[in-house]
């Protein structure tokens, strides 16, 4: 039997398969010809190097779903699924209840004997701390067990910890080994650039990742010797820039252009940090330099995201906060806030030279990859396609602000700087 490509409507002549067609006297090929050998978009999905590796959770899922379920089998899980959560959820709510009852209990008995020896006093308190700490912290894993996307992987912007600290929170033996490679890596005189975006492709330790991108984007050279100088000259350059230009977004012919940037920073996201002040003014003069010296496109709607991920991962060079996104831009010295504006302001730059045609007129890199992902769900799941199609939604109205901002506006901030791991 042959089997069809999937989703194409006729699989490519294969001889092996269409023996029968080929003349029995014809001769063999003098040279030898590389068959092509049919595949499903199965196959070929296995043989991708895909960017998310798989854990034991992503297995167990993709293994239940290569069986083919019946409708009846299904509906009878998902009821027992149901029914255990409710049963975990009366459980959790009966070791509450009891827990508040040893409370009140144990807080009687302190109270009775509160007057005679301090001593005794002190250790049941003690006790009671180290019991109900024991039982908070057995239920908040218990609930940490039944939420699967928490158990998939450790969050990479929030528990941001300092990156030039030694010290680092405990790591699996997974994670202690890639960011071992990394730092093997980066060690040497030369990186090899090449070795390192075969390494990012999967996602870059946090600790490292300031580092990894300033070098895959092309700012940093591969030279360790030459890295500090090119980062005073290039700051130093960007400075320039400002003292230069900036002053004129008040000029008749800039006026346009600053509006717009002052109108759309208060819509990028993180909201808390878009409500800082400081970072408003950073971004402003980033964003104003760039429309500047790019005249052919100029500043365009979309492109104020494109410097967050940059901005975010930059901080934590200098900062100890646990959470990024609320730390207070202000509270860093002038010179830091200097450097890490800079470096965002290459970084992005970089970033758009390769995708420079998204943002001139008619955005025709944009209308080019909509184009594409048209195509591509066309092939994956042409039911979703034809769905789209009958009801006549175009890919445009609902994809173009995903290739605009770079999916920036569709995921959380964390997943969105896994993600320019790999775009890097």
């Known amino acids: 039997s042959i089997q069809h490509v999937y989703g194409a409507q006729h699989p ?8 029968t067609l080929i003349k029995p006297g014809s001769k063999p090929p003098t040279t030898p010809v590389k068959l092509k050998k049919v595949s499903t978009f199965q196959e070929f999905e296995s043989n991708t190097s895909d960017a998310w590796d798989l854990g034991d959770d992503d297995d167990e899922l993709l293994a239940i779903a290569a069986e083919n379920l019946n409708t009846e089998v299904v509906m009878e899980t998902a009821h027992k699924v149901i029914q255990n959560h409710s049963k975990l959820q009366e459980q959790h709510k009966f070791q ?14 302190l109270t009775s004997i509160a007057c005679g020896d301090n001593r005794l006093v002190k250790s049941v308190s003690e006790g009671n701390t180290s019991c109900s700490s024991d039982n908070v912290s057995e239920n908040s894993s218990m609930q ?20 030039n600290t030694s010290v680092t929170p ?10 071992d490679k990394f730092k093997q890596l980066l060690a040497g005189p030369n990186t090899d650039l090449e070795e390192l975006r075969k390494l990012s492709w999967s996602g ?6 300031p580092i990894a991108w300033k070098l895959l984007s092309g700012y940093l050279p591969a030279n360790v ?7 005073q000259r290039k700051r130093k350059e960007y400075f320039a820039f400002v003292e230069q230009y900036y002053d004129s977004r008040n000029d008749e012919n800039h006026q346009d252009t600053y509006r717009q940037i002052h109108i759309d920073i208060p819509r990028m996201s993180p909201e808390v940090l878009r409500l800082q002040p400081k970072v408003t003014e950073i971004f402003e003069r980033i964003l104003f330099i760039w429309a500047i010296r ?23 060079e200098y900062i100890e906060e646990e959470e990024v996104e609320n730390f207070d831009v202000s509270s860093l010295p002038e010179e830091v806030l200097q450097n890490i504006e800079a470096d965002s302001y290459w970084c992005m730059s970089k970033l758009l030279d390769g995708i420079q045609d998204n943002y001139t007129f008619a955005q025709p890199g944009i209308q080019k990859k909509v184009k594409m992902l048209e195509e591509l769900v066309s092939r994956i799941d042409e039911q979703v396609h034809r769905h789209l199609d009958q009801h006549e939604v175009k890919y445009l109205q609902f994809a173009f602000r995903w290739m605009n901002n770079l999916l920036m506006r569709e995921v959380p901030l964390r997943c969105t700087i896994r993600l320019w791991d790999t775009y890097q």
């Open 144 to 163: 940490r067990s039944q939420s699967l996307p928490q158990t998939s992987t450790p969050p990479l912007v929030s528990g941001m910890t300092d990156c």
């Open 294 to 316: 790019h005249p052919a496109s100029g500043y365009v709607q979309g492109i104020n995201d494109l410097v967050t991920p940059f901005f975010v991962v930059f901080i934590c």
């Open 170 to 179: 405990a790591l699996t033996e997974r994670e202690a080994s890639r960011l």
């Open 204 to 209: 870059i330790p946090k600790w490292v990742r």
């Open 225 to 231: 010797d030459r890295r500090e100088n090119t980062l």
């Open 96 to 109: 509450e209840e009891h827990l508040q009852e040893e409370k009140q209990v144990e807080s009687a008995e």
């Open 12 to 19: 490519p002549f294969d001889p092996l398969l269409h023996g």
